[in-house]
């Protein structure tokens, strides 16, 4: 596996430095999804802002975080915590915050902690800024694969975002459980802002290789929708998050993925004449249910869509 060892984003404004950055994001996107990015335009003081509200809200007492609480449906919101440890299969040691924010029609107030008082307006002002992000990263990518620089972008339609605020307090018997089991992000890309180490993705040989937590800096992630799209040559990384018995860990994670409406489809300038489109065509909505019904318990759910091709692994 190549190194997490983050990219400087400032390169892409510097034409003798622009080349050797996109290479550096293509090389990542190529050989594990996953990329650290530094110098990417959010300001640290937004950052520093936005962890601030979260630490106060995960400190609140219970009864104050409930009554947030969202149910578990489809297109869950809200607040939740689970906490399961056991001698068989990882569970979940976290409890989260979890909002939608764009299209601005689907934000659901509701579920928006109203503590501290600066919460909505300081998650406001730091999607909006990681909205931008998310577009100019997906540019690069999509050049990178000789598209039109637009292209990922329209290829998952109309704009659609999440925040996932997360919490891992100290864990009595971590052997035991795990922050999140292993999975790979079902949307479109996805950027992370973790403080603290427990952030592991897929390595050779069946190992886990962990994220390093470099200060202000972001951690990529391509999800399934981009695997889909680029026709398998991008492809989407297993991750999952450990916990520890000594201290609490924290992450802010913001998905960007299509309209449940999109038909996502392989782009045809990635699909080989001779091989033809590793993955079907369909709607996102049709994902969505496939990962509620639990399919593919053994494998990435995205190797559900696959058109039987042995080059599907």
Not at 3 to 26: F, M, N, Y
């Given at each position: 596996?190549?190194?997490?060892?983050?990219?400087?984003?400032?390169?892409?404004?510097?034409?003798?430095?622009?080349?050797?950055?996109?290479?550096?994001?293509?090389?990542?996107?190529?050989?594990?999804?996953?990329?650290?990015?530094i110098?990417?335009?959010?300001?640290?003081?937004?950052m520093?802002?936005?962890?601030?509200?979260?630490?106060?809200?995960?400190?609140?007492?219970?009864?104050?975080?409930?009554?947030?609480?969202?149910?578990?449906?489809?297109?869950?919101?809200?607040?939740?915590?689970?906490?399961?440890?056991?001698?068989?299969?990882?569970q979940?040691?976290r409890?989260?915050?979890?909002?939608?924010?764009?299209?601005?029609?689907?934000?659901?107030?509701n579920?928006?902690?109203?503590?501290?008082?600066?919460?909505n307006?300081?998650?406001?002002?730091?999607?909006?800024?990681?909205?931008?992000?998310?577009?100019?990263?997906?540019?690069?990518?999509?050049?990178?694969?000789?598209?039109?620089?637009?292209?990922?972008?329209?290829a998952?339609?109309?704009?659609?975002?999440?925040?996932?605020?997360?919490?891992?307090?100290?864990?009595?018997?971590?052997?035991?459980?795990?922050?999140?089991?292993?999975h790979?992000?079902?949307?479109?890309?996805?950027?992370?802002?973790?403080?603290?180490?427990?952030?592991?993705?897929?390595?050779?040989?069946?190992?886990?290789?962990?994220?390093?937590?470099?200060?202000?800096?972001?951690?990529?992630?391509?999800?399934?929708?981009?695997?889909?799209?680029?026709?398998?040559?991008?492809?989407?990384?297993?991750?999952?998050?450990?916990?520890?018995?000594?201290?609490?860990?924290?992450?802010?994670?913001?998905?960007?993925?299509?309209?449940?409406?999109?038909?996502i489809?392989?782009?045809?300038?990635?699909?080989?004449?001779?091989?033809?489109?590793?993955?079907?065509?369909?709607?996102?909505?049709?994902?969505?249910?496939?990962?509620?019904?639990?399919?593919?318990?053994?494998?990435?759910?995205?190797?559900?869509?696959?058109?039987?091709?042995?080059?599907?692994?």
């Open positions: 596996m190549a190194t997490l060892k983050p990219i400087d984003l400032s390169g892409l404004d510097d034409e003798r430095l622009a080349s050797s950055v996109r290479a550096q994001i293509a090389e990542a996107c190529e050989k594990n999804g996953f990329f650290q990015i110098n990417h335009g959010v300001p640290v003081e937004l520093d802002k936005l962890k601030e509200v979260g630490r106060k809200f995960f400190d609140m007492p219970e009864e104050e975080k409930l009554v947030y609480a969202g149910k578990p449906v489809l297109a869950a919101e809200g607040y939740g915590s689970r906490m399961v440890l056991t001698d068989s299969e990882p979940f040691w409890e989260f915050v979890e909002l939608h924010t764009l299209p601005l029609s689907e934000r659901h107030y579920y928006w902690p109203q503590k501290p008082a600066e919460f307006e300081t998650v406001e002002k730091y999607t909006a800024a990681l909205m931008d992000l998310a577009h100019r990263l997906l540019s690069v990518i999509s050049e990178n694969l000789g598209l039109k620089p637009t292209y990922l972008k329209e998952m339609g109309v704009t659609q975002q999440s925040i996932v605020f997360q919490c891992y307090p100290p864990c009595p018997e971590p052997g035991k459980t795990l922050g999140l089991p292993a790979s992000d079902i949307g479109g890309i996805t950027v992370l802002m973790q403080e603290g180490d427990g952030l592991q993705v897929a390595a050779a040989n069946d190992t886990w290789e962990l994220v390093p937590n470099h200060p202000n800096a972001f951690v990529v992630n391509l999800a399934d929708q981009i695997e889909i799209i680029t026709n398998g040559r991008y492809k989407s990384a297993n991750h999952r998050a450990i916990v520890n018995s000594d201290s609490t860990r924290r992450s802010y994670v913001t998905f960007y993925y299509p309209a449940k409406d999109q038909k489809i392989p782009a045809p300038e990635l699909v080989d004449a001779k091989i033809g489109p590793l993955y079907r065509e369909l709607y996102y909505l049709e994902y969505l249910q496939a990962l509620a019904a639990g399919r593919a318990k053994d494998k990435r759910l995205v190797q559900s869509f696959a058109i039987n091709n042995p080059l599907i692994t």
